[in-house]
């Protein structure tokens, strides 16, 4: 499966991280590399296992009827809602003020990417139709 964001406001721009020299020492370099990502680049998922209601009309998904157990993926001011069943969706609803108001990430996990994201976290339609507890 390959998520694919889609939006109709813009092109995606592209981030450009910056390039150490040859000569800096390398554990400066083995820091940096794994430091999480960051920026306003930067995909954001969480998790969201509750349902989730939008002006007070519960969220179900079109595909196989869920009302609950979501994925937030927060990319510029975005908001897209992942479920299990691997259906995806542009939510308009949620700013990404609403998504920073949800998301806490004191031990958060980083992926490479959000496509290895979603099959680690079981997005990748693996268990459609299934909530897990």
């Given at each position: 499966m390959t998520l694919v964001l889609r939006t109709t406001d813009r092109p995606a721009?592209?981030?450009?991280?910056?390039v150490l020299s040859i000569g800096t020492d390398p554990l400066l370099q083995l820091a940096y590399e794994t430091q999480p990502?960051?920026?306003?680049?930067?995909?954001?998922?969480?998790?969201?296992?509750?349902?989730?209601?939008?002006?007070?009309?519960?969220?179900?998904?079109?595909?196989?009827?869920?009302?609950?157990?979501?994925?937030?993926?927060?990319?510029?001011?975005?908001?897209?809602?992942?479920?299990?069943?691997?259906?995806?969706w542009l939510e308009p609803e949620i700013r990404r003020a609403d998504f920073d108001a949800l998301i806490a990430i004191p031990d958060g996990t980083t992926y490479p990417s959000v496509?290895?994201?979603?099959?680690?976290?079981?997005?990748?339609?693996?268990?459609a139709g299934t909530y897990l507890d």
């Open positions: 721009e592209s981030t450009i991280l910056p990502p960051s920026g306003p680049g930067t995909p954001r998922c969480l998790s969201h296992p509750r349902e989730l209601a939008l002006r007070g009309i519960p969220v179900m998904c079109t595909a196989c009827r869920a009302r609950r157990d979501w994925l937030l993926i927060n990319h510029g001011r975005n908001v897209w809602i992942v479920c299990r069943c691997s259906n995806q496509e290895q994201g979603l099959t680690a976290l079981g997005f990748d339609g693996a268990f």
